[in-house]
């Protein structure tokens, strides 16, 4: 029997992430620069998540926690 791990990579798990934080961002009416302001983040580390020149880092994804009450988007 083959045995497949269907585990996303890393680099699909940055991907799917950024996707996430920028759809969130928008559905809120935030700018990069207001997101930033908001989680008290440099505008540079946002804009470079999103565009997948980061990765973003362990810490930050546990500041940022999950959507609020109401959001009802399900991956």
């Known amino acids: 029997m083959d045995e497949r ?3 996303p990579t890393v680099e699909q798990a940055a ?8 759809y969130w961002r ?3 009416g935030l700018s990069k ?3 930033a302001r908001k989680m008290g ?3 540079s ?3 470079h998540v999103e565009s997948g020149r980061h990765k973003p880092i362990e810490d930050r ?4 926690g999950s959507p609020g009450p ?3 988007r399900s991956a």
């Open 41 to 43: 983040f440099d505008p």
């Open 70 to 72: 109401g959001d009802t």
């Open 45 to 47: 580390y946002v804009s």
């Open 61 to 64: 994804l546990i500041e940022c």
């Open 15 to 22: 991907e799917a992430f950024a996707a996430e934080v920028s």
């Open 33 to 35: 620069r207001g997101l």
């Open 26 to 28: 928008e559905v809120r």
């Open 5 to 7: 791990d269907d585990s």
